[in-house]
């Protein structure tokens, strides 16, 4: 407005200077001509608007005239609205000076603002007085009614709308106590076809490759299941279930096994892989990866490159679920300073010919 209204005050005073050199008889005629120009534009337009600026200016420039003569002109508002214009100008000007004084409740502390969101976010079925009895337990004293202006303010909509839970939120909730594993198939040099079998946690995405073979039978299944108990058991595993596809290669007598130990079977539905997406997705890493970019001999080689892709997959690949840190390895204190990073020396690490590289800082 400031602008506006500098280039309004510039634009009127070179006017002022042109007027100067007219004589009366010119001005008389410049006056009617721009007094009929404005009787067609007020037939033409409907109710003009004016900005502040345009209301600072003319009330500046009308505010010296007697009501009379303001009655006179031809003007595009009443006379009366050019005296209120100056007045709401003079009230502008007046409380510029003047520190107004605060009225109403004081603002809410920042952290007790932050807390209310923190409750709100982590509690999906507490409602504003939910929250507010939550505070005060705490020894915290704020109204229940300014709860509820924080939520609001922020977009957070009442406790109803918040209980319903996404796919995404409820596998992350239950990952604990979900494992998956399947079987996939890959082949050699010359042809023969070999079975994986592998079992990979949700929760920390570590993979365990428990074997491969050319015959797939159940008692080798049964076999691997209890490898994968003991395993389990070893490093203290809370799984409850597992996932797993419809495959006839999975027996009665597998599912029996981890039913003894405590462990749900869920059968994946009938060509519907996204119910196992996890275990799916980290096959179709293990390929593109490994298994498309090396050329594998025999069963004992595969068995080799797996393990080593193994390795590599748990101790040092970043995963995004897990904020790029490994499953089996956290991630290192970040570098800040800019001394550091001047002197940084990394190191490269080849595994399997250099079909899988690690880098890792030099101590």
């Not at 000007?93 to 923190?118: M, W, Y």
């Not at 590599?312 to 897990?322: G, I, Q, S």
């Not at 940084?344 to 880098?359: K, N, P």
Request: glycine share 4%; net charge positive; with cysteine.
């Amino acid at each position: 407005m400031l602008l506006r209204l500098a280039y309004l005050a510039a634009t009127n005073a070179f006017a002022l200077l042109r007027l100067l050199p007219m004589s009366d008889r010119d001005k008389d005629i410049e006056i009617l001509a721009l007094r009929h120009q404005l009787l067609v534009l007020q037939r033409q337009v409907g109710k003009p608007t004016f900005t502040n600026a345009d209301r600072a200016v003319l009330a500046g420039l009308l505010h010296h005239l007697p009501v009379k003569k303001l009655q006179q002109l031809l003007l595009l508002v009443r006379p009366d609205t050019i005296l209120r214009w100056h007045r709401d100008l003079l009230k502008r000007r007046h409380a510029a000076t003047c520190v107004p004084k605060r009225r109403g409740r004081p603002p809410t502390v920042r952290s007790i603002r932050t807390l209310v969101l923190r409750l709100a976010s982590e509690n999906a079925s507490w409602g504003y007085r939910r929250i507010h009895g939550e505070l005060a337990a705490l020894g915290i004293k704020v109204a229940a009614s300014t709860v509820w202006e924080i939520l609001k303010e922020h977009g957070i909509p009442p406790a109803p709308e918040r209980q319903s839970t996404t796919w995404a939120a409820f596998l992350r909730s239950q990952a604990e106590a979900l494992l998956a594993c399947d079987l996939f198939e890959t082949r050699t040099l010359t042809g023969a076809r070999l079975y994986v079998f592998a079992v990979i946690e949700h929760s920390t995405r570590r993979i365990r490759i428990l074997g491969a073979t050319a015959h797939p039978t159940a008692d080798w299944i049964v076999q691997l299941g209890r490898n994968v108990v003991m395993d389990l058991e070893e490093v203290g595993s809370r799984a409850r279930f597992l996932i797993r596809d419809r495959d006839s290669k999975f027996t009665a007598a597998f599912d029996a096994l981890l039913t003894d130990t405590g462990l749900t079977v869920i059968t994946t539905g009938i060509r519907i892989p996204r119910m196992n997406s996890i275990m799916e997705r980290w096959i179709l890493s293990c390929r593109k990866e490994l298994l498309d970019r090396t050329l594998i001999w025999n069963q004992r080689h595969l068995l080799h490159a797996l393990r080593e892709f193994e390795t590599f997959y748990n101790c040092h690949r970043p995963h995004r679920t897990l904020g790029q840190a490994a499953p089996l390895r956290p991630l290192p204190e970040p570098i800040s300073l800019p001394t550091q990073i001047r002197h940084l020396e990394v190191r490269r690490r080849d595994r399997l010919g250099g079909a899988l590289h690690e880098y890792q800082r030099a101590a």
